[in-house]
């Protein structure tokens, strides 16, 4: 069935052309991430994102709007939302489990290789990005 196959993977309206402000259409609010929602509130102290089980995003609202930390805070946090996603990372209130391997999880931290560290810390594979 020829009719079946396609050379391209695009899917476009007769007629229609590509310009830059159709492709960046989702960089107009800079704290937007395209079906994550991102959601500004106050978190604990030095804590600047968390991803969230249900594919959200917390930012502190301490974080400035358009920032550079803005921008450095969502891809790390959004890169943990993808792990989330593929099934690599996942957590609940008692425990994180990275690629399979459960961790217990109490009071903020974290027992990982038999020594408690607190959440966040780049000693974690998972914040290793």
Same mark, same amino acid.
């Given at each position: 069935?020829?009719? @079946?196959?396609?050379?391209? #993977?695009?899917?476009?309206?007769?007629?229609? &052309?590509?310009?830059?402000?159709? +492709?960046?259409?989702?960089?107009? $609010?800079?704290?937007?991430?395209?079906?994550?929602?991102?959601?500004?509130?106050? @978190? /604990?102290?030095? *804590?600047?994102?968390?991803?969230? #089980?249900? /594919?959200? *995003?917390?930012?502190? $609202?301490?974080?400035?709007?358009?920032?550079?930390?803005? =921008? &450095?805070?969502?891809?790390?946090? #959004?890169?943990? *939302? &993808?792990?989330? &996603?593929?099934?690599? @990372?996942?957590? $609940? $209130?008692?425990?994180?489990?990275?690629?399979?391997?459960?961790?217990? +999880? =109490?009071?903020?931290? *974290?027992?990982?290789? /038999? =020594?408690? #560290?607190?959440? /966040?810390?780049?000693?974690?594979?998972?914040?290793?990005?």
């Amino acid at each position: 069935m020829e009719l @079946l196959k396609k050379n391209n #993977m695009a899917f476009r309206l007769p007629n229609q &052309k590509i310009t830059s402000s159709s +492709r960046s259409r989702f960089n107009k $609010d800079k704290s937007s991430v395209p079906g994550t929602p991102v959601l500004r509130k106050s @978190l /604990g102290e030095n *804590i600047l994102g968390e991803a969230n #089980m249900d /594919g959200s *995003i917390y930012i502190s $609202d301490t974080i400035k709007p358009g920032s550079a930390l803005e =921008k &450095k805070v969502l891809k790390h946090e #959004m890169k943990h *939302i &993808k792990d989330i &996603k593929l099934g690599k @990372l996942a957590y $609940d $209130d008692n425990s994180v489990t990275h690629n399979g391997k459960k961790y217990e +999880r =109490k009071n903020g931290q *974290i027992k990982y290789n /038999g =020594k408690w #560290m607190h959440e /966040g810390s780049k000693g974690f594979p998972w914040e290793k990005h």
